[in-house]
């Protein structure tokens, strides 16, 4: 049995112990610890600065924005989405009474397939749901277009792509809303929580109407609202966080290099390199298994790198579409999804996070190379 230390896909950016205690000492002297407190509204402020976006609507969760989205929009009907995300994508749909309508991905990125788009529409469909997977732009210029013609939404999910630009504009600023999460697990985190990003002051508010009951004021409701406040105490932890999250962006674009460097030339597994006018966030790094030139399955080196105390993950797999709430929908037909099917049952996520000495990165790649 292998009795090295564990090396984990991923490991939480935590702020500094002893910076964190002033900012709860001030919220227990002000006795102010949620419904929109100071530092909520910092966090508002200084995540729309440090994103380059014009609205912020801090959530509990990545998944309420979600949900807030297409309740802020009207969306109702049909919306096209991506298979090969994290399930709280279709869910959201699911809790809106929508109908997903899975459309396949394009391999070299991973996100929806915009050659696919149309041929998924029809008169009940109503928006457009993708994914920034694994903080890869998708075509939105591309996507716009389709959106634009048919009279259809866009509400990105973008709970990976925190901090990513495209030729020095954020991303975050394509279709009608992005949505963010800031779970322990992302590249930036307030243990939970999450956001919407909108582009006028108009949609803030109403959003913020929504995340908060529905309440205008004290005695009035202006629509069937829910509750999704970020409280004092995650959005202080959140300040903190945003101050090191370049530090950390900067040192998990390290991990992707010596990766890239060490497994680009083995045959039978695929990395993806950064794309050029791309600030990337490096939120994930994935790499495909070609069972047939590598001699081995996705499975089979999941479970050795797991042997040797290296844990990946398989993400995404198994696709939404497989999952019994959706498998009986018309476009969950493998058929009609090879490509995310295929990448499925090939990707693994290695270990990438802030934290990760060479010493890690070296046993990561030594497994690897030790299962060829
Ligand atoms: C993490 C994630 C979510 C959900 O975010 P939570 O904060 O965990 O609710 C939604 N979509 C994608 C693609 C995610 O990775």
Not at 89 to 108: A, E, Y
Not at 150 to 159: M, Q, S, T, V
Not at 180 to 192: G, I, M, Q, R, Y
Request: with cysteine; proline share 4%; hydrophobic share 40%.
């Amino acid at each position: 049995m292998n009795t090295e230390k564990t090396i984990t896909v991923t490991s939480p950016l935590l702020p500094e112990l002893e910076e964190f205690i002033p900012y709860l000492k001030e919220i227990w002297e002000s006795k102010w610890i949620t419904n929109n407190g100071q530092f909520h509204k910092k966090l508002e402020e200084s995540l729309a600065e440090y994103l380059g976006v014009k609205y912020v609507s801090l959530f509990t969760n990545g998944t309420l924005p979600l949900i807030t989205a297409l309740q802020a929009l009207n969306i109702t009907g049909e919306v096209i989405t991506t298979p090969y995300s994290f399930v709280a994508t279709t869910h959201s749909l699911w809790w809106n009474g929508i109908k997903p309508v899975f459309v396949d991905i394009d391999p070299d990125t991973c996100n929806l397939d915009p050659e696919k788009i149309e041929a998924a529409i029809t008169e009940k469909t109503t928006a457009i749901m993708p994914v920034h997977c694994y903080g890869i732009p998708c075509d939105t210029e591309r996507i716009q277009a389709i959106a634009d013609k048919h009279g259809l939404k866009i509400i990105y999910d973008a709970a990976h792509a925190f901090g990513v630009k495209v030729n020095g504009e954020s991303i975050l600023n394509a279709g009608d809303m992005s949505t963010l999460s800031f779970h322990a697990t992302k590249v930036f985190n307030t243990v939970e929580g999450g956001a919407l990003i909108c582009h006028d002051a108009e949609t803030k508010k109403h959003i913020d109407f929504l995340k908060n009951f529905g309440f205008n004021g004290e005695t009035e409701v202006v629509a069937p609202g829910i509750n999704s406040k970020m409280d004092e105490i995650r959005s202080a932890y959140g300040l903190l966080n945003l101050k090191q999250v370049d530090k950390a962006i900067e040192a998990r674009k390290q991990v992707a290099e010596y990766y890239r460097k060490a497994l680009r030339n083995i045959k039978g597994i695929r990395v993806l390199e950064d794309k050029t006018g791309v600030r990337h966030n490096y939120s994930y790094f994935p790499i495909f298994i070609n069972a047939e030139e590598y001699g081995m399955t996705r499975d089979e080196l999941y479970f050795k790198m797991k042997e040797q105390n290296v844990l990946g993950r398989r993400y995404f797999y198994p696709l939404i579409s497989t999952f019994e709430t959706y498998r009986n929908l018309e476009s969950s037909n493998p058929a009609n999804l090879p490509v995310a099917t295929r990448i499925a049952n090939e990707v693994i996520c290695l270990p990438m996070y802030y934290g990760l000495t060479e010493e890690d990165l070296k046993r990561v790649v030594d497994g690897i190379y030790n299962c060829i």
